[in-house]
């Protein structure tokens, strides 16, 4: 019969008892990564600090947001999303961008210049109205979509003198 002492089965217990440990910290450091990542349920937009869309889970879609002059285009548009506990936060993974839908290309259109990943500008084309969706996507679909945000694009007065109204 093999003997052991108290040396030897302390050694075995304090190694397998860091084997547990080291494996169970792993195991949880990626699961807190995983929940640490925000999920966005709503959104914000802020237009020279001024909050002018805003959608919260729990609230309808509140939409202040200016009216276009024809031909012209809004100053920088900061978009932030909003996580389950009605933070704010900006996307920071690299798969994901500011995705946009327009209902009628022929009123407004997007324009986003190098840098602004999470910001743009609405240029009005003509007098009308239409909606735009934003999106937050993930590679090639989205992991979350706004309401439709309404943007009224009015004739300048120039415009209007030149049409004779």
């Known amino acids: 019969m093999k003997k052991y002492n ?24 990626a ?9 966005a349920v709503g959104v914000v937009l ?4 001024d909050l002018i869309v805003e959608k919260y889970p729990s609230q309808d879609l509140i ?5 276009i002059d024809e031909g012209n285009e809004t100053a920088l548009i900061s978009t932030l999303f909003i996580d389950e ?3 704010e936060f900006i996307p920071d993974e690299p798969e994901v961008s500011l995705g946009f839908e327009i209902s009628d290309s022929n009123i407004i259109e997007i324009e ?4 602004e990943l999470w910001e743009f500008h609405v240029k009005g084309l003509q007098a009308g109205t239409a909606t735009l969706t934003l999106q937050l996507m993930h590679d090639d679909h989205p992991d979350f979509e706004s309401p439709a945000i309404e ?10 003198l030149s049409a004779g109204n």
């Open 6 to 29: 108290l040396y030897s089965v302390l050694k075995n217990v304090f190694v397998l008892l860091l084997l547990v440990t080291v494996t169970a910290s792993c195991s949880n450091s």
């Open 31 to 39: 699961s807190s990564e995983e929940e640490t990542h925000p999920e």
């Open 46 to 49: 802020y237009l020279n600090g």
């Open 63 to 67: 939409n202040n947001f200016p009216t």
């Open 85 to 87: 506990d009605g933070n």
């Open 112 to 115: 986003q210049h190098e840098g």
């Open 151 to 160: 943007i009224e694009v009015v004739q300048t007065t120039a415009a209007k």
